[in-house]
């Protein structure tokens, strides 16, 4: 009986380890996925803000660089080229490039004005590295 009881103590020690280990685990996994995911949001307005910026006042090939405060996102944008689209808006093509955690993802694509200075993005082209 004695035996038996150290058994379904050690038993029971290792299940509530287990599920302990197990559930802080979780938890910091979803701390970091919230973090992630913070941080996404921060790099997408400091690129929004730079895009924004460029499209409108930079010449082509000339970038600007940009980052995002607490994310550790950085990157550049560069205006490539301006025309008119067949329906008479201005349209930019331009390139991007987000840094973050030391994995570039770069990107292309074209952005027509629209009323009141916005800019829209109409075809987009991502590729890592």
């Given at each position: 009986?004695?035996?038996?009881?150290?058994?379904?103590?050690?038993?029971?020690?290792?299940v509530?380890?287990?599920?302990?280990?197990?559930?802080?685990?979780?938890?910091?996994?979803?701390?970091?996925?919230?973090?992630?995911?913070?941080?996404?949001?921060?790099?997408?307005?400091?690129?929004?803000?730079?895009?924004?910026?460029?499209?409108?006042?930079?010449?082509?090939?000339?970038?600007?660089?940009?980052?995002a405060?607490?994310?550790?996102?950085?990157?550049?944008?560069?205006?490539?080229?301006?025309?008119?689209?067949?329906?008479?808006?201005?349209?930019?093509?331009?390139?991007?490039?987000?840094?973050?955690e030391?994995?570039?993802?770069?990107?292309?694509?074209?952005?027509?004005?629209h009323?009141?200075?916005?800019?829209?993005?109409?075809?987009?082209?991502?590729?890592?590295?």
């Open positions: 009986p004695a035996l038996a009881w150290a058994a379904a103590a050690a038993i029971a020690a290792l509530v380890g287990a599920t302990g280990g197990y559930f802080g685990a979780s938890h910091r996994i979803e701390l970091r996925l919230a973090a992630l995911e913070q941080g996404q949001a921060a790099d997408r307005a400091a690129l929004a803000a730079a895009m924004s910026l460029a499209l409108e006042e930079k010449v082509s090939g000339t970038s600007i660089e940009w980052t405060p607490g994310s550790g996102g950085r990157g550049r944008v560069t205006p490539v080229r301006t025309f008119k689209s067949a329906g008479g808006q201005w349209c930019r093509e331009y390139a991007t490039v987000l840094d973050r030391g994995q570039a993802v770069r990107e292309s694509g074209i952005a027509c004005r009323e009141r200075g916005v800019w829209r993005t109409r075809l987009e082209i991502a590729r890592e590295g």
